[in-house]
């Protein structure tokens, strides 16, 4: 099963810019469509944006649209997450995932490796 490895996080001030980083262990990577979730402290894990397995098509939640940009690179097994114009919503632990399609979805069932997790805070 592939492994993921997420980093980038940190501590940021309102309107300022994070760029998170996935590194995964396997060439399978590149079979299958990559997401990042978020979930903030009491709350359940929501998708926040996600990348087809070919890199052409991306998805994000209506709460980062415009603001987020996901890219892939299946030469280095990574993904990334852009964030701009961060705001204090944004704070939450994120996570990287692998999922079972090549298509986006936004269910966490429909991904099968998930990544330890990396913080993200945002002071006002």
């Known amino acids: 099963q592939v492994q993921l490895v997420e980093s980038g996080g940190g501590l940021v001030q309102a309107g300022a810019s994070l760029r998170l980083s996935c590194a995964a262990s396997?060439?399978?990577?590149?079979?299958?469509?990559m997401a990042w979730f978020r979930q903030a402290p009491g709350k359940e894990r929501e998708f926040a944006a996600g990348?087809?397995?070919?890199?052409?098509?991306?998805g994000y939640a209506d709460s980062v649209q415009g603001r987020f940009t996901i890219s892939r690179d299946n030469a280095k097994n990574t993904v990334y997450l852009q964030m701009n114009r961060l705001k204090p919503e944004d704070t939450a632990v994120y996570y990287c995932?692998?999922?079972?399609?090549?298509?986006?979805?936004?269910?966490?069932?429909?991904?099968?490796?998930w990544g330890q997790g990396t913080q993200v805070t945002v002071s006002s």
């Open positions: 995932a692998a999922s079972t399609f090549r298509v986006v979805t936004t269910t966490p069932s429909h991904y099968n490796a």
């Open positions: 990348v087809s397995q070919t890199g052409a098509r991306t």
């Open positions: 396997e060439r399978t990577f590149s079979s299958s469509a």
